[in-house]
């Protein structure tokens, strides 16, 4: 099922190819969270089905449907993170899948039918591998699409993206994120804080709407307030440090830009208590502390130590709060 705000595109996508001018290559980009993936699929789906229906979607239930449910359909080939030899994910798309990728589909050539390939995400292919995609992409064959998925498409190669038609996942308007995120099954007020909190990103709202998500927020606030008030900073870095650390300056970062636009319709009770303690902050001092944070987002994975990484970016938080 794609998402509403993506039906237009669709549509247009659709007609493409019914008039047999599908492009061979196309790059869906935009944020996470508006259904990109979802919407990769099921083109996927609609491109193998023996019978789509009228609006193109996949049937579902024909030979070629239940192989793809199964991910057994060998001409529906998704590409996304291996497993290096110690069996955990890498961080980055190599060639020798790209190369891989290439015999399978020259193998393939002149079995009839479409060949459709998901790479996801495609901002992650390094520079080798993006170099062997170029030299498929600038010899394409016959009915196969290559669907690139991208979050951040500045990411990747200038000739890469020339040779793709490019698809801009754009943020929908409130109205329609609002009447999804209740399809979901989100009560209208809960739907409207998490909304607002999200930047208006939907598919970001629904994760904030969790129950779990919302206590986080609570306690986040909670925390920034103890700072406010002269708690003991390190205390609180080392509880974050222990659990949900990345949650948690997500949260924050999350909070921080809420906090400082411009009064939105419903903002949920956190932001507002928010705003009361960041009436006097210093700006240019906050948003070193926001930069900060982005930033730690990043290294935690390192191997330095997390408190104090954490400790950094809450006295900045507090430097920023001081009279
Ligand atoms: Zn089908």
Redesign the pocket.
């Known amino acids: 099922m794609i998402a509403p705000w993506l039906r237009s595109t669709w549509a247009e996508l659709w007609a493409r190819r019914q008039a047999d001018r599908m492009p061979h290559a196309l790059l869906l980009a935009g944020p996470q969270g508006l259904g990109k993936r979802a919407f990769a699929s099921a083109l996927m789906h609609a491109l193998l089905?023996?019978?789509?229906g009228a609006e193109g979607f996949?049937?579902?239930?024909?030979r070629?449907?239940q192989l793809l449910a199964a991910q057994t359909h060998a001409d529906g080939m998704r590409i996304t993170f291996g497993l290096r030899d110690d069996g955990k994910p890498r961080t980055e798309i190599i060639v020798e899948q790209i190369r891989a990728l290439c015999e399978s589909i020259t193998r393939t050539a002149g079995r009839g039918g479409w060949r459709v390939v998901l790479i996801d995400p495609a901002d992650a292919l390094n520079r080798n591998a993006a170099n062997a995609l170029l030299k498929t992409l600038e010899e394409p064959e016959a009915n196969v699409l290559i669907v690139l998925l991208a979050d951040q498409p500045g990411r990747l190669p200038a000739t890469i993206i020339s040779r793709c038609q490019r698809i801009a996942i754009n943020l929908p308007s409130r109205a329609l994120a609002l009447d999804w995120l209740q399809q979901q099954g989100i009560d209208a007020s809960v739907a409207a804080e998490s909304l607002a909190l999200a930047d208006g990103n939907p598919g970001e709202a629904l994760g904030l709407a969790a129950p779990a998500a919302r206590e986080r927020v609570d306690e986040v606030v909670a925390d920034i307030e103890a700072i406010a008030a002269g708690h003991e900073t390190y205390a609180i870095a080392s509880r974050w440090a222990d659990e949900h650390a990345d949650g948690r300056l997500r949260t924050l970062a999350r909070l921080l830009t809420a906090a400082l636009r411009p009064v939105q319709p419903n903002a949920a009770p956190a932001i507002l208590r928010l705003r009361q303690v960041l009436a006097e902050a210093d700006f240019v001092r906050l948003n070193a502390a926001w930069e900060q944070c982005n930033f730690v987002r990043n290294q935690l994975d390192s191997p330095l130590r997390k408190d104090l990484q954490i400790l950094e970016v809450l006295q900045r938080l507090r430097s920023s709060l001081a009279r």
Not at 49 to 52: E, F, G, K
Not at 58 to 62: N, T
């Open positions: 089905c023996q019978q789509p996949a049937c579902g239930h024909c070629a449907c």
